[in-house]
T-cell receptor, first 113, second 111 residues
Framework: ETGVTQTPRHLVMGMTNKKSLKCEQHLGHNAMYWYKQSAKKPLELMFVYSLEERVENNSVPSRFSPECPNSSHLFLHLHTLQPEDSALYLC????????????FGSGTRLTVV | DAKTTQPPSMDCAEGRAANLPCNHSTISGNEYVYWYRQIHSQGPQYIIHGLKNNETNEMASLIITEDRKSSTLILPHATLRDTAVYYCIVRSPDSNYQLIWGAGTKLIIKP
């Protein structure tokens, strides 16, 4: 357990479903991130939040919708996904944006059918 | 594109030092070098980072050449649990938030 908890660990969803991924940290970190890791591809940064404010949206399609209700929780809402969105979705946090070593969660393995 | 070059895979005997090289010939003067590793089915784990000087912590040592164009991560006494993909990353100057991840080095520790 790294201090960043992601649920669920595995998720299978149809293309018409709506689901949400949850991330929680109690490390006192002020920055939280969503990353996507597809098979045989490098990690891709999706979103960055600093003190609950989104500060980066890395050209992510609107079918992915992040939410940060407080500095400890981060959600990724999913709707009408495509099979190519199947990947490992990783949440990370850091003391502040950019400079510190990130703490990653174990990820949610998403399969879109 | 990743700003670093790493060998795709390496082997190391258990108990020996594992030395993982990384080339970052286009690194800028204010860019840090970060190392992470990812054990199968887990999220990446931060190991160490440095700017110019060599760094050491409880996990590893980081040796950066004087011209800063390459670095080596050293795991002094590798164990089977060190088998993982190791990523050498240089922070992008284009964004304050982005670490540009490459393919990393798959390190296999053999008994």
């Amino acid at each position: 357990e790294t201090g960043v908890t992601q649920t669920p660990r595995h998720l299978v969803m149809g293309m018409t479903n709506k689901k949400s991924l949850k991330c929680e940290q109690h490390l006192g970190h002020n920055a939280m991130y969503w990353y996507k890791q597809s098979a045989k591809k490098p990690l891709e940064l999706m979103f960055v939040y600093s003190l609950e404010e989104r500060v980066e949206n890395n050209s992510v399609p609107s079918r992915f919708s992040p939410e940060c209700p407080n500095s400890s929780h981060l959600f990724l809402h999913l709707h009408t996904l495509q099979p190519e969105d199947s990947a490992l979705y990783l949440c990370a946090s850091s003391h502040r944006v950019g400079w510190e070593g990130y703490t990653f969660g174990s990820g949610t393995r998403l399969t879109v059918v | 594109d990743a700003k670093t070059t790493q060998p795709p895979s390496m082997d190391c005997a258990e108990g020996r030092a594992a030395n993982l090289p990384c080339n970052h010939s286009t690194i800028s003067g204010n860019e840090y070098v970060y190392w992470y590793r990812q054990i199968h089915s887990q999220g990446p784990q931060y190991i160490i980072h440095g700017l110019k000087n060599n760094e050491t912590n409880e996990m590893a040592s980081l040796i950066i050449t004087e011209d800063r164009k390459s670095s080596t991560l050293i795991l002094p006494h590798a164990t089977l649990r060190d088998t993982a993909v190791y990523y050498c990353i240089v922070r992008s100057p284009d964004s304050n938030y982005q670490l540009i991840w490459g393919a990393g080095t798959k390190l296999i520790i053999k008994p």
